[in-house]
């Protein structure tokens, strides 16, 4: 059964920095097109970081732009993001996906993640 699990959350401070991994399993994702997304209660979920399958395509949301660098290893099946600069609006319950096409649309996106909180204080 394919899988995706995140890691790497966690409580910060405002300007620290955290990096999130997706490792894959159950299937190959090399394929895919990998996104981070984050949502908080009682908001809708919200797009951070699409790549494409051969990091050939890499698009971001404005609100994390020159801050958020996602990247990914195929090899590994593993999918990350590189967070810098954090701020108290990045606190969220961040999730791994995977879609056929690429998109920066949830529900173009097949396969789910748990997510992992991250809390960024002031």
């Known amino acids: 059964q394919a899988q995706l699990v995140e890691s790497g959350g966690g409580l910060v401070q405002a300007g620290d920095s955290l990096r999130l991994s997706c490792a894959a399993s159950?299937?190959?994702?090399?394929?895919?097109?990998m996104a981070w997304f984050r949502q908080v209660p009682g908001k809708e979920r919200e797009f951070v970081a699409a790549i494409s399958s051969d990091s050939g395509t890499i698009n971001y949301a404005d609100s994390v732009k020159g801050r958020f660098t996602i990247s990914r290893d195929n090899a590994k099946n593993e999918v990350n993001l590189q967070m810098n600069s954090l701020k108290p609006e990045d606190t969220a319950i961040y999730y791994c996906?995977?879609?056929?096409?690429?998109?920066?649309?949830?529900?173009?996106?097949?396969?789910w993640g748990q997510g992992t909180q991250v809390t960024v204080s002031s």
């Open positions: 159950g299937r190959t994702f090399s394929s895919y097109t």
């Open positions: 996906a995977a879609s056929s096409r690429y998109s920066r649309y949830s529900q173009n996106y097949n396969y």
